[in-house]
């Protein structure tokens, strides 16, 4: 059975999410969030491949979400708005939004754009940017999935931030302290400790291949295919 791709819809008006969600449901996995604060929630809780945010909504609104997104994940985002006005098309490009759709939308334009936007994570030059492959350990960076031995992986957004983070400095032991400020950020005041832990759900969840993830005794840790 293949798996559907994971959209997160975010739009504060229930008639419209709920048109948002029947024409997504045929072909998507869809998750609703009925303002900003609901949308990062979810997002920061679990792996989507696809964010249609609204800009107008209650809490949070469709730019700060959006900003927030962008700290963290490359996931295409389609905002929704009924603004049709250069200036905040101009803010959400600086903001690296995928694409618009103007209120009211086309149902079928509005697929068209999913479509284009999801099959991307297929195309060989994506695939060559954004995925990395060790055997049968798959993570792809454009969709924020990891697959063992082809089965989708459930991980949490610091999990797959750090696992990245091994992987893309291969062969180089890298301390606590760095691997902190690459992920958690230099203003996270934490426990080095958090990221033994994080590490340990790591190579629980990568089985036979977190022989690939090395402690580094008196150091920490590095992501090396011997």
């Known amino acids: 059975m293949s798996i559907k791709y994971k959209v997160l819809v975010a739009e504060d008006e229930l008639k419209i999410r709920e048109i948002l969600v029947d024409c997504l449901m045929d072909d998507y996995e869809v998750i609703e969030a009925k303002d900003g604060l609901e949308a990062l929630r979810l997002f920061h809780s679990q792996q989507f491949d696809l964010v249609l945010l609204d800009v107008m909504m209650p809490e949070k609104d469709g730019f700060s979400v959006l900003k927030e997104i962008r700290l963290v994940s490359k996931v295409p985002v389609i905002m929704l708005t009924a603004r049709s006005s250069v200036e905040d098309q101009v803010r959400g490009y600086d903001l690296?939004?995928?694409?618009?759709?103007?209120?009211?939308?086309?149902?079928?334009?509005?697929?068209?754009?999913?479509?284009?936007?999801?099959?991307?994570?297929?195309?060989?030059?994506?695939?060559?940017?954004?995925?990395?492959?060790?055997?049968?350990?798959?993570?792809?960076?454009?969709?924020?999935?990891?697959?063992?031995?082809?089965?989708?992986?459930?991980?949490?957004?610091?999990?797959?931030?750090?696992?990245?983070?091994?992987?893309?400095?291969?062969?180089?032991?890298?301390?606590?302290?760095?691997?902190?400020?690459?992920?958690?950020?230099?203003?996270?005041?934490?426990?080095?400790?958090?990221?033994?832990?994080?590490?340990?759900?790591?190579?629980?969840?990568?089985?036979?291949?977190?022989?690939?993830?090395?402690?580094?005794?008196?150091?920490?840790?590095?992501?090396?295919?011997?």
């Open 96 to 226: 690296k939004v995928d694409d618009y759709v103007t209120k009211p939308f086309d149902n079928q334009v509005l697929l068209a754009k999913v479509h284009r936007l999801l099959s991307r994570i297929n195309e060989d030059d994506e695939v060559e940017t954004y995925e990395l492959a060790f055997d049968g350990l798959v993570v792809n960076k454009l969709s924020r999935t990891v697959r063992v031995d082809n089965e989708l992986m459930d991980f949490r957004p610091k999990e797959f931030d750090l696992l990245v983070f091994l992987i893309e400095n291969h062969r180089i032991a890298l301390d606590r302290d760095r691997i902190l400020d690459a992920v958690w950020g230099i203003d996270y005041f934490g426990d080095t400790r958090v990221v033994d832990t994080h590490i340990k759900k790591i190579r629980k969840k990568l089985g036979d291949y977190s022989k690939y993830i090395h402690t580094v005794f008196g150091v920490g840790y590095k992501f090396e295919v011997i």
